[in-house]
């Protein structure tokens, strides 16, 4: 075998590993962009109620305290 025809096996292959890829990747975005269309169709992309009450609220207020805290110290640190 030749160096020339060398080259052209190597350029179909590649131009073959190429156009498998460019499918592959074709079929990919087909199968997410239809799952997207069914799980928007059945609704489950809604985000559930926010949930409202003390528990939540006495959560909200202790994650404002260690945040509090926490840039405290870095700035105490810096």
């Known amino acids: 075998m ?7 096996q190597s350029g179909a292959l590649a131009a073959l590993g190429m ?11 087909i199968c997410v962009t239809l799952s997207g269309k069914i799980i928007h169709a059945i609704g ?4 559930p109620a926010p949930q409202a009450g003390p528990a939540a609220q006495a959560d909200t207020g202790a994650v404002t305290a260690v945040i509090t805290a926490a840039v405290s110290e870095y700035r105490k640190n810096t």
Do not use: H, N, R
């Open 19 to 29: 156009t498998m890829v460019f499918g592959f990747l074709v079929i990919m975005v």
């Open 44 to 47: 489950a992309d809604k985000d």
């Open 2 to 8: 030749t160096i020339p025809e060398m080259f052209v």
